[in-house]
């Protein structure tokens, strides 16, 4: 079935505990994947001794480490710049260490020019008091171009394709799958630069620019349910190509101009039914909730992923699991 994990770093000890004791076992590992100045190559947070070292951590914790989150630098080879190919080749080298260390999924990101995950309000107020985040376009349009000017879809589309035709290779040798996030929100452009994984149609393009079993995706339900109006069949769609190698499991309620995040049991998608889709597709990979409320006795300090808002997003999950799946 559907196995449920949690994102955090090995330091993060307390969370850890309480996560292990709502009975997560999977790990999807956030660390740092920045280049250490002077540093040989084995001691780079991408080399194999470096994540063997993160991933006995995690094992001395008690979690099986099933997806890394984070990403080496991006940056030029999103916008096609001077140096993306050496970029490309710390890549490269971080995937086939992820294979020899037996970490089976990467979900990089496509979002250009510092334009990534964006929000105009943390502190939204929500059910009892909670603080949630939210997004406003109206606001997020007064904001002037990046440095960058103007960067067309068909630009980064050119450069999507650059970076797959590498990378793609390569994961299929160290059996490492790929798991493409959505642009957050999934609208384009923002501040003048184009964001091109914003729909279930580019999706489709995308996977097929460099077809391949271990090219796929990362269904975030947050940005995917602003994507469509029938997440459910979004789910079936991808799951029936075999193609959705990681979930981002999250709610919000409005548009992809206007949103805020809720609760997972009080947003807009039937998340029964999205439960249930996974396990008509047979889907065996991990399902982490995200972006959760700030709740009463926890502070605001990390805007979705306070502590207290996960242990209710996890036992949420759980018992929709149990429910789905038993029946």
């Not at 394709?161 to 929100?185: G, Q, S």
């Not at 999205?274 to 399902?287: F, L, Q, R, T």
Request: proline residues 6%.
């Amino acid at each position: 079935m559907i196995q449920i994990a949690e994102v955090f770093s090995p330091q993060q000890e307390s969370l850890a505990r309480m996560v292990k004791q709502c009975g997560v076992e999977h790990v999807v590992a956030m660390i740092n994947l920045r280049p250490k100045e002077g540093a040989g190559d084995d001691e780079q947070p991408w080399s194999y001794e470096s994540l063997a070292r993160i991933d006995e951590e995690y094992n001395e914790a008690g979690f099986e480490m099933a997806v890394i989150e984070s990403r080496p630098p991006m940056h030029k080879t999103k916008l096609g710049l001077d140096g993306r190919d050496e970029e490309i080749d710390v890549i490269c080298e971080f995937i086939r260490n992820m294979g020899r260390v037996g970490i089976p999924c990467w979900c990089p990101e496509f979002m250009a020019g510092g334009v990534q995950v964006l929000r105009t309000s943390t502190d939204i107020v929500s059910r009892g008091g909670a603080l949630v985040t939210g997004y406003d376009h109206s606001i997020m349009s007064k904001e002037p171009l990046t440095e960058y000017g103007e960067v067309s879809e068909d630009k980064m589309w050119a450069n999507l394709e650059y970076f797959l035709e590498r990378v793609v290779p390569v994961a299929e040798t160290a059996d490492v799958k790929l798991a493409m996030h959505p642009d957050d929100p999934p609208l384009s452009p923002i501040r003048g630069i184009g964001r091109i994984m914003s729909s279930v149609e580019n999706y489709e393009r995308m996977i097929d620019l460099v077809p391949s079993a271990h090219n796929g995706v990362a269904l975030c339900q947050g940005n995917f349910g602003l994507m469509t109006n029938d997440l459910p069949a979004a789910i079936r769609k991808f799951g029936a190509q075999e193609k959705i190698h990681f979930v981002h499991f999250r709610d919000v309620r409005g548009t992809n101009r206007k949103f805020e995040e809720t609760f997972h049991d009080d947003g807009q998608t039937d998340m029964y039914a999205c439960m249930k889709a996974y396990k008509d597709i047979g889907y065996e990979g991990v399902c982490r909730p995200d972006h959760v409320p700030t709740m009463e006795g926890d502070d605001n300090d990390r805007p979705m992923y306070s502590s207290i808002g996960r242990l209710f997003a996890i036992g949420y999950l759980k018992g929709l699991q149990e429910s789905v799946y038993r029946s």
